[in-house]
């Protein structure tokens, strides 16, 4: 077996030897004549026979243009809500379900830092606790809103205007606190709108 593989190793070295010059240019003519050939021989039958790709229809192309021209949209940023209540879970339930109340009146969002116990079930079931009598009032939570206004202690309230906002916390009703802010606050305009819009005097 090893001597078999010699001779055929000393076959190919020798096989260069008879090889031309103009043997190898012969080759490499044949090769360029056989593709100019096949490049200006007729198409097959077979080819000629497939159906030709229909048409786009008018509607079709409007649709392809209008993909072709359109831009990525900017999302619109997210509004700034006029006012945000801060409020826990930490608070004792009947005093928070009072206030939670008092902001839906006040149409002012109960805003919580996150969930409890990061449970979205849990959380969801304090919440129903919370509004199941009255049917209504609520809360969300935003932890970015509890970072963007400072709130460390709950409940808190603010009204925001014009890139400014007011903040009062401690424990004082959502109405009072927004009085406060229609009293002497930057933002008291707002304040004023929204109790007016609730039936509050100022």
């Known amino acids: 077996m090893k001597t078999h593989h ?4 000393a076959a190919f070295i020798a096989l260069p030897v008879f090889a031309s010059p103009q043997d190898d ?18 198409a097959p039958d077979f080819l000629r026979s497939l159906p030709k790709s229909p048409a786009l229809s008018g509607q079709q192309q409007s649709f392809i243009d209008d993909l072709a021209s359109s831009r990525p949209q900017v999302m619109p940023e997210k509004p700034v809500p006029q006012a945000l209540y801060f409020v826990s879970f930490s608070m004792p339930e009947d005093g928070l379900k009072a206030l939670v109340l008092e902001a839906d009146r006040l149409r002012i969002p109960a805003t919580l830092r996150g969930l409890i116990n990061n449970d ?3 959380t969801a079931n304090a919440v129903l606790r919370l509004v199941n009598d009255d049917k209504r009032g609520g809360v969300q939570v935003d932890p970015t809103a ?18 400014h906002y007011d903040r009062v916390a401690g424990n004082i009703a959502p109405v009072q606190a927004l009085r406060k802010i229609a009293e002497s606050g930057d933002c008291n305009a707002v304040a004023k709108q929204l109790l007016t819009a609730a039936g509050e005097s100022l």
């Open 6 to 9: 010699t001779l055929l190793l």
């Open 25 to 42: 240019q012969q080759f490499i003519n044949d090769q360029l004549n056989a593709g100019d050939a096949l490049r200006h021989a007729p």
């Open 120 to 122: 979205f079930r849990q």
């Open 146 to 163: 509890y970072k963007t206004y400072g709130i460390t202690a709950v409940p808190a309230l603010v009204v925001t205007c014009n890139g």
